[in-house]
């Protein structure tokens, strides 16, 4: 099949083709293609195949929309690793709108969800990172989710965040891993400042 024929031919119907080259062929041909949001997701549950995988989340990528995100971060309570991982990396390009889908997940019950959240919020700007992680920060009661928080305040390197990680060691004063985060957190955030220690 020639490439002019893969961009103007292909349907989701091809999704489900025993050839994975011809797989990979539909999900790029649908990229961008709101209608076909439902067969794409639908196939990437069953998709087995790398490639094919990673073109099917492109194409929901550009299609975008706080609707398109949210579909995609249910896939973050699948069983499969992969999948996980990659609806992870798609929501990272999402940007704003994952926020509400984003959101959705810190407030859930299951901590795994909302540590899978913050990993999210680690590629974002500033500006999206920042109040998400303060609610973490501020509020969980997980000391885990709340770890993966100071992972990511470490590298965004905030000013915003040194008070609400104080008041968090003093939280967590009885878990040492936790202080020791902490310290080298508000560490680096004030020297990147120009604060020094």
Do not use: Y
């Not at 609400?164 to 009885?174: E, H, I, K, Y």
Request: net charge neutral; with cysteine.
């Amino acid at each position: 099949m020639d490439t002019a024929l893969t961009l103007r031919d292909l349907s989701p119907d091809h999704l489900g083709s025993a050839d994975s080259a011809m797989r990979w062929r539909a999900a790029r041909a649908l990229s961008g293609e709101a209608a076909a949001t439902a067969q794409l997701l639908s196939r990437l549950r069953l998709e087995g195949d790398r490639n094919v995988r990673t073109a099917l989340f492109s194409s929901l990528v550009a299609i975008g929309g706080t609707r398109t995100a949210a579909l995609v971060a249910s896939l973050l309570r699948s069983d499969d690793p992969g999948l996980r991982n990659g609806a992870i990396e798609a929501l990272k390009q999402f940007h704003t709108a994952a926020a509400p889908a984003v959101d959705a997940l810190l407030a859930e019950e299951d901590s795994d969800l909302r540590l899978l959240a913050i990993e999210v919020t680690r590629a974002w700007p500033g500006r999206l990172a920042v109040p998400r992680l303060l609610q973490v920060i501020e509020h969980d009661p997980n000391v885990n989710v709340c770890a993966a928080a100071v992972d990511v305040a470490t590298e965004l390197g905030t000013p915003e965040l040194l008070g609400a990680l104080l008041r968090l060691r003093r939280r967590f004063a009885g878990e040492p891993f936790m202080v020791f985060a902490i310290d080298i957190a508000r560490g680096r955030i004030r020297a990147a400042d120009g604060h020094g220690r």
